[in-house]
């Protein structure tokens, strides 16, 4: 039998008053605050008064309304500082292997390459070269694509300036003009594809993991072998790869446009 708790009325009015601003409302004055809580200017002025001394609510001098105060910002900086992505991938990572049969890599950039952090083996998979830790040219690998794809082009610049194209299989691609259209492919798609071209006989695929701020920041892979699974087989896994990537972006404060 589930145990229900209490609610803490002020507590739960005071958070009512925070959710009432957005971009549209940013301030407001305390006649609308009372209008769309329903309360008394009496009952308000002691709610709001406990919140601005606490730095969550604060008040403009020139015109007496209320708007949201710096804590906010401050506690918001410290909850998005303090998220572990690798811990918050591994639930996606895990659920997609076990849908997929399929070995999932979460990765990031690290200066000019690929880096893997998080792993998580598929009961189909036999794939052994990759492990956590393990770092990976961004030209030659659907991980390396993603994460370069949406970064501006002084970034994207810095990073190709002298960067040696490595030839790892027949199909790795060995210049920047075909770098660079892979990665307007890249965007275009929203996932990545490396077609035998880091490893003989494996496919994988990437997409971007966004954070609040709409900045892509890792990516989620699944490494496959050709033997094993067929064109249609690799568009089923790519289906549940990108929306394994759209939900953990999702835990990351990210909105989709």
């Known amino acids: 039998m589930v145990k229900i708790m209490p609610i803490i009325q002020?507590?739960?009015r005071a958070l009512q008053i925070l959710d009432l601003f957005n971009?549209?409302?940013?301030?407001?004055k305390i006649t609308e605050i009372s209008k769309q809580m329903g309360l008394s200017k009496s009952t308000l002025h002691s709610?709001?008064?406990?919140?601005?001394?606490?730095?969550?609510?604060?008040?403009?001098p020139d015109n007496d309304k209320y708007c949201l105060g710096m804590k906010l910002v401050e506690r918001g900086h410290f909850v998005v500082g303090t998220m572990d992505i690798r811990q918050k991938a591994?639930?996606?990572?895990?659920a997609l292997s076990h849908e997929t049969g399929q070995t999932t890599h979460l990765g990031i950039l690290d200066g000019n390459e690929g880096?893997?952090?998080?792993?998580?083996e598929g009961k189909q998979a036999a794939i052994a070269y990759s492990r956590i830790g393990r770092r990976l040219p961004v030209h030659a690998t659907a991980i390396g694509k993603v994460l370069l794809a949406w970064l501006g082009d002084e970034e994207l610049n810095a990073i190709l300036d002298g960067y040696a194209f490595t030839r790892f299989t027949p199909a790795t691609l060995t210049d920047r003009d075909a770098l660079l259209a892979a990665l307007a492919q890249t965007r275009h798609n929203h996932y990545a594809l490396d077609n035998e071209e880091n490893e003989p006989?494996?496919?994988?695929?990437?997409?971007?993991?966004?954070?609040?701020?709409?900045?892509?920041?890792?990516?989620l892979s699944l490494s496959t072998l050709t033997s094993r699974v067929n064109d249609d087989q690799l568009a089923a896994c790519r289906q549940k790869l990108m929306e394994a990537g759209l939900g953990l972006s999702k835990t990351l404060g990210y909105r989709e446009r």
């Open 10 to 12: 002020s507590v739960e």
């Open 23 to 28: 971009d549209q409302a940013t301030e407001l």
């Open 47 to 60: 709610l709001l008064k406990t919140l601005q001394l606490h730095g969550y609510i604060d008040q403009n």
């Open 90 to 94: 591994k639930s996606w990572l895990s």
């Open 115 to 120: 880096v893997y952090i998080e792993k998580i």
């Open 201 to 219: 006989g494996v496919r994988c695929i990437a997409v971007p993991v966004w954070n609040h701020e709409s900045r892509v920041i890792a990516a």
